[in-house]
């Protein structure tokens, strides 16, 4: 009887879900009017993308 219960009970909770939780904006996405719009973003875009490869444990030394 208690297999059936907590079979049960899982099954209530599973339905029930948390969408609420669960739907949320992406934090790393920008909307296309937001994105790289002119020379001076992209340029910024390029010395981001770049500067992660100057970490002298990542791409250095330390990397296996």
């Given at each position: 009887?208690?297999?059936?219960?907590?079979?049960?009970?899982?099954?209530?909770?599973?339905l029930?879900?948390?969408?609420?939780?669960?739907?949320?904006?992406?934090?790393?996405?920008?909307?296309?009017?937001?994105a790289?719009?002119?020379a001076?973003?992209?340029?910024a875009?390029?010395?981001?993308?770049?500067?992660?490869?100057?970490?002298?444990?990542?791409?250095?030394?330390?990397?296996?």
């Amino acid at each position: 009887m208690t297999i059936r219960f907590a079979l049960a009970f899982a099954l209530v909770v599973s339905l029930a879900g948390c969408n609420s939780m669960l739907d949320q904006d992406p934090v790393d996405q920008l909307p296309d009017t937001d994105a790289i719009t002119n020379a001076q973003g992209a340029r910024a875009a390029l010395v981001g993308a770049y500067n992660a490869l100057e970490d002298s444990r990542y791409y250095g030394e330390d990397f296996v």
